[in-house]
């Protein structure tokens, strides 16, 4: 079971940008697929974005497309999303998973940390 901490959560305006990191324990990070997820209150956790095992293939949602980027550093045990132009909407916990069989999805079999709150004023 790998470990997750995410980081780089905070308060924001509007137009902004922010980098959340998460850390992953262990030396088989290389095998897991990693993505990105957030809960805003009072609505159910969402995907945001993917990445493979490799980093050769990533996925976002239609929501953040343009304006977030996710990408992984497999020597570092890191994964990131890089998040600009944030928006009022953007404001959640943001969770990194972790999957070792596919790309994480809202229903996978998915490691999860911690979160990390972002929040973006208007």
């Known amino acids: 079971q790998v470990q997750l901490v995410e980081s780089g959560g905070g308060l924001v305006q509007a137009g902004d940008s922010l980098r959340l990191s998460c850390a992953a324990s262990?030396?088989?990070?290389?095998?897991?697929?990693m993505g990105w997820f957030r809960q805003a209150p009072g609505k159910e956790r969402e995907f945001v974005a993917a990445?493979?095992?490799?980093?050769?293939?990533?996925a976002v949602a239609d929501s953040v497309k343009g304006r977030f980027t996710i990408s992984r550093d497999n020597a570092k045990n890191t994964v990131y999303l890089q998040m600009n132009s944030l928006k009022p909407e953007d404001t959640a916990v943001y969770y990194c998973?972790?999957?070792?069989?596919?790309?994480?999805?809202?229903?996978?079999?998915?490691?999860w940390g911690q979160g990390t709150q972002v929040t973006v004023s208007s």
């Open positions: 998973a972790a999957n070792r069989m596919e790309l994480p999805s809202t229903k996978g079999d998915n490691s």
């Open positions: 262990g030396r088989t990070f290389s095998s897991y697929a």
């Open positions: 990445i493979s095992r490799s980093g050769g293939s990533t």
